[in-house]
């Protein structure tokens, strides 16, 4: 459930007062955390999927794989703009100059789309003033990104598995595969033109890579190269591609948007159910709760990955769905945003938002206007502060992240 409110680009990351409270009391944004997927990237690796998923060419990106595109680049550079606006509006950062250097922490991973990501960001959130970015050499891994396989958080293989067999739900993977069989056909005719033999993503059942203490589970089969093949897709979209190259012409933009389902399923599946993710954010968790400290910095910018984006959602249990994508599939640019709040008396608390560009406004790259990006306060079950639906006590958010 998402509790809806409309918000100017002024306010992108801190309405003045939660919906409910009693203006006489009214609570005040002191902290904020945004966990941030890095921006459009190209495929990780070329060919970007086996050559028996399609004959076809795939499209060329003016970066070297997984390299944060100029175009990506540029589209972080407008979240930065208008996150900035929003939290001198909110006096987190100064009105005028630079922020003092414990004010903010950006904290990228180290690979070169996330290191660029953070700087695109930087840049235009406090144009003019060298804010520190704290990442790792590029490519040299980074625990605090990768807690199971650096073994910083040892995985429970027999709880992650029984975690994702719940999320699988009864009649296993066949049945999910029967469940899906419309969106894998849609799929095999966009990757093949006509449906064939040997060509496409469902013709092998889905499966397991059961999990092991130094390693997440992963699925194997049809739906794992459908949740890839889409995503590449929507990053053909959100890069600007005509039409007539997204999916070889094949693909239309409603297609992206509801094919976005297997990106999102893996993640429900892999990433959300809580074994895996507070083991997976652990690294992660220690910065977040630095951030929510009092002693913390006011601003805390976290540059990672769609995988972190979908630990912390299913952490505090919480759902989205921006303008042309899948529901809680996470955006390019896309930040989960952890707002500290407090009441006259002290009493802290913590409210959850999704910010985003829409599909729409990654592809024209316009400027965000006004109305800035999308933005939504998140329900979280089992929250209800002050007697509003979704707000946490501290302790209670603290808690939700293990």
Known sequence: MKLRIGLGLALALGAPAVAGTRPADPLVVDRVVLLMRHGVRP???VPAMPPEVT????PDWPTKPGWLTPHGAAAVARLGAADGTGLRARSLLPARGCPA?????????????TIETAKAWAATLAPGCALAIDHYAQDVPDPRFNAIESGKAPLDPAKADAAVAAEVGPGGFAALDARYRPLLARIDIILCGTPRPGCGVSGTPTGLAPARADKRPKLTGAIDRASTAAQILLLEAAEGMKLAQIGWGRATLADVTALGAFHALEFRILARPRPIA??????????VRAGLADSGPRVTMISGHDTN?????????????????AADDPVPGGALV???LHDRAGKRYVRLRYRAQTLEQLRTAA?????????RILRVPGCNARGIAGLCTLDEALAKLG
Do not use: C, M, Y
């Not at 004959?55 to 795939?58: F, G, H, L, V």
């Not at 954010?281 to 220690?286: E, K």
């Not at 400027?367 to 933005?375: F, I, N, Q, T, Y």
């Open 43 to 45: 495929p990780t690796k």
């Open 55 to 58: 004959p076809e060419r795939w």
């Open 101 to 113: 250097p414990a004010a903010i922490r950006i904290v990228a991973d180290s690979d070169q789309r």
């Open 278 to 287: 507070a083991a997976n954010f652990a690294g992660l968790a220690a910065i």
């Open 309 to 325: 984006i979908a630990n912390l959602g299913g952490l505090f249990d919480v759902h989205w769905q921006v303008p042309g994508f």
């Open 338 to 340: 952890l707002e500290r």
């Open 367 to 375: 400027p965000l206007g006004l109305k800035g990006p999308h933005d």
